[in-house]
């Protein structure tokens, strides 16, 4: 073998050897560092909402969430703070005729403190909104957004914290009350869960 061929295939040898090392460099980093690299560039790329929106809530906790600006969860110690209204009503339920006098806090302004994002642009675009109250045991019922809206209801639901003089339980949470129900259903108990959305989405998708 000649002097030159020994050079050119220690050369290619050494040229294989180069590439092999930087294939397994690129294989240990690629563009996205290391798995374990990605995992907590991304957690700690998570929004801080992310966290919050999956927390599980504590008993009595309320959560406001849904078409707002500034979701929050709130207690029946935090409506008792807040400026207090009564209402005596009359509904019947599945245990008879009901006569109560509640003490509470105004829906709509707990609902405001959330800002709701309705459409500006259109005309009375907060016609558009409503709004699902859960309860205990997945209990839910639905409110138009003019329901509860003092501008064009003349009667106030209420969040309560009492029932006749008697205050509620903390982990029992508030209950709605609708004075202008005939009927008990939407007198949602153990009230958890307080979500504004708006009709567009679900109107203009079956066009």
């Known amino acids: 073998m000649t002097e030159r061929a020994t050079r050119g295939r220690a050369a290619v040898a050494a040229a294989a050897l180069a590439a092999g090392a930087l ?16 995992a907590a560039s991304a957690a700690s790329s998570a929004p801080p909402s992310a966290a919050v929106s999956v927390k599980p809530l504590a008993p009595g906790e309320v959560r406001v969430a849904g078409e707002v600006g500034k979701p929050y969860t709130l207690t029946l110690a935090d409506l008792r703070g807040l400026p207090q209204t009564s ?72 969040l309560a914290v009492s029932e006749d003089g008697v205050a509620f339980d903390d982990a ?17 108990s153990e009230l958890n869960g307080l979500w504004v959305g ?3 989405p679900l109107v203009d998708g079956v066009k």
């Open 87 to 158: 209402a005596s009503v009359k509904f019947t339920s599945a245990k008879g005729e009901q006569e109560h006098t509640y003490q509470g806090v105004p829906l709509n302004e707990v609902l405001k403190r959330a800002e709701p994002r309705f459409d500006q642009n259109k005309k009375n675009g907060a016609l558009r909104g409503f709004v699902s109250a859960t309860g205990g045991g997945d209990y839910r019922a639905v409110f138009a957004w003019a329901e509860i809206d003092p501008a064009f209801a003349r009667s106030q639901v209420l």
């Open 198 to 200: 708006v009709v567009d």
């Open 172 to 188: 029992a949470g508030p209950r709605l009350v609708v004075p202008q129900d005939t009927k008990g259903g939407r007198y949602v």
């Open 23 to 38: 294939l397994l460099a690129g294989c240990g980093q690629g563009d996205g560092g290391t798995p374990d690299a990605k």
